[in-house]
T-cell receptor, first 112, second 114 residues
Framework: SQTIHQWPATLVQPVGSPLSLECTVE??????LYWYRQAAGRGLQLLFY??????ISSEVPQNLSASRPQDRQFILSSKKLLLSDSGFYLC???????????FGQGTRLTVV | AQSVTQLGSHVSVSEGALVLLRCNYS??????LFWYVQYPNQGLQLLLK??????LVKGINGFEAEFKKSETSFHLTKPSAHMSDAAEYFC????????????FGQGTELSVKP
């Protein structure tokens, strides 16, 4: 069965510092991977998705970026964090037909 | 463009009362529809989903939802609310013509009063 690992679970970072959140998937190959952000009191916003190594689609302009260096690895990064980057970040795997979706446990990022 | 609308960002019910959380979608292709629950400081847990077949879908914890194509709706119900049902609920649609891209509604926070 598919398992998604996300770390760290919580993170407190100062404004202007870099960010790297990692997501790895087990139990499937060539997964479609997604990064979502949930800001306080708001819904889940799709940030990036990837259908393969090196293939990244961005849904919203922002100071975040994503990379997929390996088939089962999806990384969310920032060179300089903003206060508005605070939120709950979720990694997800969705099968190509859209009938199955699995989520990691999330990373709560607080930018101070 | 495909979208999901959840009517009511906050819903409050009494314990034992009917729970009704509304979700409407727009999609240019037959949708796959999901309901997720999020407890405080936790990730998402799948409640139920509709892909094909029977339009009334039963999920965990006594929840069910009915896919109504004519109304483009997928409302979530539970006959009798429990205190433990207090959480945030998200409706989502996946887009089969876009590699299964999953789009969420804004969420509905359910409060249950004793």
């Amino acid at each position: 069965s598919q398992t998604i690992h996300q770390w760290p679970a919580t993170l407190v970072q100062p404004v202007g510092s870099p960010l790297s959140l990692e997501c790895t998937v087990e139990g499937t190959s060539n997964p479609n991977l997604y990064w979502y952000r949930q800001a306080a009191g708001r819904g889940l916003q799709l940030l990036f998705y990837s259908v393969g190594i090196g293939q990244i689609s961005s849904e919203v302009p922002q100071n975040l970026s994503a990379s997929r260096p390996q088939d089962r690895q999806f990384i969310l990064s920032s060179k300089k964090l903003l206060l508005s980057d605070s939120g709950f970040y979720l990694c997800a795997w969705v099968n190509p037909w859209g009938t199955e979706a699995f989520f990691g446990q999330g990373t709560r990022l607080t930018v101070v | 463009a495909q979208s999901v609308t959840q009517l009511g960002s906050h819903v409050s019910v009494s314990e034992g009362a009917l729970v009704l959380l509304r979700c409407n979608y727009s999609s240019s292709v037959p949708p796959y529809l999901f309901w997720y629950v999020q407890y405080p400081n936790q990730g998402l847990q799948l409640l139920l989903k509709y892909t094909t077949g029977a339009t009334l879908v039963k999920g965990i914890n006594g929840f069910e939802a009915e896919f109504k194509k004519s109304e483009t709706s997928f409302h979530l119900t539970k006959p009798s609310a429990h205190m433990s049902d207090a959480a945030e609920y998200f409706c989502a649609v996946s887009l089969s013509n876009q590699g299964g891209k999953l789009i969420f509604g804004q969420g509905t926070e359910l409060s249950v009063k004793p």
